[in-house]
């Protein structure tokens, strides 16, 4: 999943300057693209069992679909799509990447064997990587300063509605028709918004907003020079690791939890429509929510609530992560999946803003860049990966628990997440100390 940084500086609220129709329509589009962006990232989770009859493939296969082979191209290619929305209209950029990612999504569906869906799903990777980048910098350049906050905020909700949506809409096309279905209406949508992108926003002028209110323009920072600073400076490489461990949990468990609930706990597709999109939405939205509350209220007494506040959650969600595993119906492992499903994402918003505010204004875009292709490569690319090799590995002596058991052995990255945020405290504590001796 992908975050923004939150600007905390601006004009007093009486004076912030008014957004205009123009700024909400821009806004509107790109949160609806990046609704879009996920719900076709959710769609090989949510429909795994049906495509595993059809197609005949393994949990590791399908393990590597939403891992590895799709983390590759999403992770790296993120930095040179970067790079050229810079240096091109943004817009236009993710207009394509728009389209791209929807045609991939059609081709997964007319896929009639691994190798073809493979490689869909890579190029769906691909697209994906070339639609959250430039958004935030378009909706920067659209918002002025004191508004850039609520406007990323209201973005930043495409996640968990896309997810959810992704469930409803997806569980629902593949119930009352098939699964390949419900990849091919789900892209042909996507066309039609990537065609209608540039006809409804407009590129602003880079930076214009911030001249406008007489901030001097800054240089930029060498690319060789931020990855450097970023990687030797420990905070920062630790809330990537802490990140990318538990997005090992978040992203192995989120691919295979339908699969897990369908196939061993007797769970519907129609069921999963209704009940696991409530959960996602409700659960998921209301974690990041909250998240970003608690850690706006404590890191205003000290830094290493921005750490604390993942180790303390990510404790309390262990108990809830076994029992739902455990657990022997489906309504009842929904239930207690609740508390995981609220309590794994308040890594996100603390990385993500202690990141941002441990660097310089210049290297903000290209350090969060990099924090997010160091957690979600870990994440995005072991997790799935592993769970599904691990079901493999179990199901001989295990073939009607297999992925039970994977999922427990879970379990074990928590413990190591939770490691690495306290290590994290520990060095913004002693930051801390130091600031207020000086």
């Known amino acids: 999943m992908s975050a923004t940084p939150i600007e905390s500086e601006g004009p007093p609220a009486a004076i912030r300057p008014s957004v205009g129709r123009r700024a909400w329509v821009a806004l509107g589009v790109l949160w609806f693209i990046y609704v879009l962006n996920f719900l076709d990232r959710q769609l090989l989770s949510i429909l795994a069992k ?10 590791g296969q399908l393990g590597l679909l939403g891992g590895l082979y799709f983390a590759f191209f999403y992770c790296f290619i993120a930095i040179p799509v970067g790079w050229l929305a810079d240096r091109t209209n943004r817009v236009a950029v993710v207009s394509i990447a728009c389209g791209l990612w929807s045609a991939a999504t059609m081709a997964c569906g007319l896929s009639r064997t691994f190798g073809q869906l493979a490689v869909s799903r890579m190029a769906v990777g691909f697209g994906e990587a070339g639609g959250v980048p430039p958004s935030y910098a378009i909706i920067t350049d659209y918002f002025p300063l004191g508004r850039r906050g609520m406007a990323l905020g209201l973005f930043n909700l495409g996640p968990p509605v896309g997810a959810a949506l992704g469930i409803a809409f997806g569980a629902s096309i593949a119930a009352a028709f098939s699964w ?31 001249q406008a209110a007489g901030a001097a323009p800054l240089t930029r920072a060498p690319f060789w020079g931020t990855v450097r600073m970023y990687f030797s400076t420990p905070t920062l490489v630790l809330a990537a690791l802490g990140s990318g461990a538990t997005q090992v949990i ?90 995981p499903t609220f309590l794994n994402y308040f890594y996100l918003s603390s990385s993500v803003a ?18 997010l292709l160091v957690m979600n490569f870990i994440g995005m690319g072991l997790g799935p990966t592993y769970v599904g090799a691990a079901s493999d590995y179990f199901h001989a002596a295990h073939p009607d628990n297999s992925l039970q058991i994977a999922l ?31």
């Open 250 to 339: 978040t992203y192995g468990l989120g691919n295979f939890s339908v699969l897990f609930l369908m196939r061993e706990k007797g769970m519907t597709l129609n069921d999963v429509a209704l009940w696991y999109a409530l959960l996602v939405a409700v659960c998921m939205g209301g974690g990041i929510f909250a998240s970003g509350w608690l850690i706006d209220r404590f890191t205003r007494r000290s830094k290493k609530a921005y750490a604390l506040l993942p180790a303390i959650s990510l404790t309390l969600a262990i108990p809830f992560y076994i029992a739902f595993v455990w657990a022997p119906s489906w309504p009842l492992a929904l239930a207690l999946l609740c508390g």
């Open 408 to 438: 427990y052995t879970l379990t074990p990255f928590y413990v190591v997440a939770i490691s690495l945020f306290l290590w994290l405290a520990k060095l913004l504590g002693r930051d801390t100390s130091r600031e207020g001796a000086v």
């Open 180 to 210: 390949r279905d419900a990849f091919i209406a789900i892209g042909v949508l996507g066309l039609i918004v990537a065609a209608l992108t540039p006809v409804l926003v407009k590129e602003p002028k880079r930076g214009g907003l911030d």
């Open 354 to 371: 202690l990141v941002q505010e441990e660097v310089k204004p210049n290297q903000r875009v290209m350090s969060g860049a990099l924090l």
């Open 50 to 59: 049906p495509i595993q009859d059809s197609l005949h493939i393994t949990d």
